[in-house]
């Protein structure tokens, strides 16, 4: 079990530093024409919130699990553990909501509706955009602070089997609910949010690989550039919710304390936490043009850097 701690670790930091530098760029890339008087395109502006608070995640778990795994120390204590849990809860619920916007702006500017609410909400989703991010933040905001009030610190002994013959009892850092219901209605707005993600994303698909196979079908409109837009949009489409899934999942394990601290299946879902929003920057840049050019822009300088050097 050490070992895999240590492994586990290894990939945390590799993961955390990979992120950060794959989601800061994502971040700064928009910021910096933002602040030069560009306009930045509700896309673009979605894709920030979202960088933004994927730092914030990978920021926290480089603190508790590190924590965990290493120093065993300052998480231990009341005040602070209650505080992390508390700004995770609330950075997690923006989080998903963010990327369930960016999936629902796709969908709605793509997939083609009859129907004439959706008409309008397809006009209007650009000028509503700022209003339902910041209304995530509050509404993660007010979700947060009582579910955090709900739950306390059990530090119990658990007993932990490492194989079929060997047991051993660990005192495990994990939360309770005092009465579940403000908790439960956390729980329910991310589940919310989850669940409009999956649906839009599924929608975005399907819409997108019927398109496909009508342009395959129309050799007149088919052009080998049309039809690769279309096949790298259905990619990044699944792998968001490739991303958005392996993210969720482990994340309200760990948050409902179904997995218990010390097992190999905790090492497992924080591993997996600490990947997804590593590889959500990566999607975002090669699905974005401008982002991939900006960052074409500076593996470039990078080189003639490099290459100035090696001459002197």
């Given at each position: 079990?050490e070992?895999?701690?240590?492994?586990a670790?290894?990939?945390?930091?590799?993961?955390f530093?990979?992120?950060?530098m794959?989601n800061l760029?994502?971040v700064?890339?928009?910021l910096?024409?933002?602040i030069?008087?560009?306009?930045?395109?509700?896309?673009?502006m979605?894709?920030?919130?979202?960088?933004?608070?994927?730092?914030?995640?990978q920021?926290?778990?480089?603190?508790?699990i590190?924590d965990?795994?290493?120093?065993g120390?300052?998480?231990?204590?009341?005040?602070i553990?209650q505080?992390?849990f508390?700004?995770?809860?609330?950075?997690?619920s923006?989080s998903?909501?963010?990327?369930t916007?960016l999936?629902?702006?796709?969908?709605?500017?793509?997939?083609?509706?009859k129907?004439?609410i959706?008409v309008r909400?397809?006009?209007?989703?650009s000028?509503?955009?700022?209003?339902l991010?910041?209304g995530?933040?509050?509404?993660?905001?007010v979700?947060?602070?009582?579910a955090h009030?709900?739950?306390y610190?059990d530090?119990?002994p658990?007993?932990?089997?490492v194989?079929?013959s060997?047991?051993?009892t660990?005192?495990?850092?994990h939360?309770q609910?005092?009465c579940?219901?403000?908790f439960?209605i956390?729980l329910?707005?991310?589940f919310a949010?989850f669940?409009?993600?999956c649906?839009?994303?599924l929608?975005?698909?399907?819409?997108?690989?019927?398109?496909?196979?009508?342009?395959?079908?129309?050799?007149s409109?088919?052009?080998?550039?049309q039809?690769?837009?279309h096949?790298?949009?259905?990619?990044?489409?699944i792998s968001?919710l490739i991303?958005?899934?392996?993210?969720?999942v482990?994340?309200?394990?760990l948050?409902?304390?179904a997995v218990?601290a010390?097992t190999?299946l905790y090492?497992v879902?924080?591993?997996f936490?600490?990947?997804s929003?590593a590889?959500?920057?990566?999607v975002?840049?090669?699905?974005n043009?401008?982002?991939?050019?900006a960052?074409?822009g500076?593996?470039?300088r990078i080189k003639?850097?490099?290459?100035?050097?090696?001459r002197h």
């Open positions: 079990m070992a895999l701690n240590y492994i670790l290894f990939l945390h930091a590799l993961a530093l990979s992120g950060e794959g760029f994502v700064a890339v928009n910096k024409d933002w030069r008087g560009r306009k930045l395109f509700t896309s673009d979605i894709i920030t919130s979202l960088g933004f608070s994927n730092l914030c995640i920021a926290l778990l480089a603190v508790s590190y965990y795994l290493v120093s120390g300052i998480y231990s204590l009341d005040n553990s505080l992390i508390l700004i995770r809860m609330f950075v997690f923006s998903l909501w963010f990327a916007w999936s629902v702006f796709c969908c709605v500017k793509v997939v083609n509706f129907q004439s959706l909400l397809k006009l209007r989703i000028a509503m955009m700022p209003w991010l910041f995530s933040l509050l509404f993660s905001l979700i947060s602070l009582p009030w709900d739950l610190k530090e119990s658990i007993n932990v089997t194989n079929a060997v047991g051993s660990i005192t495990g850092i939360f609910s005092r579940s219901c403000l439960g956390y329910l707005g991310c949010a669940t409009l993600f649906v839009a994303a929608l975005l698909i399907a819409s997108l690989c019927r398109h496909i196979q009508r342009m395959g079908q129309d050799e409109v088919l052009t080998t550039a039809l690769q837009v096949v790298s949009a259905v990619r990044m489409a968001l991303i958005n899934i392996s993210f969720f482990p994340a309200v394990l948050l409902t304390s218990v010390g190999v090492v879902c924080s591993t936490i600490c990947v929003p590889l959500l920057p990566v975002l840049i090669l699905g043009v401008r982002l991939r050019k960052m074409a500076l593996l470039l003639c850097q490099h290459s100035k050097q090696m």
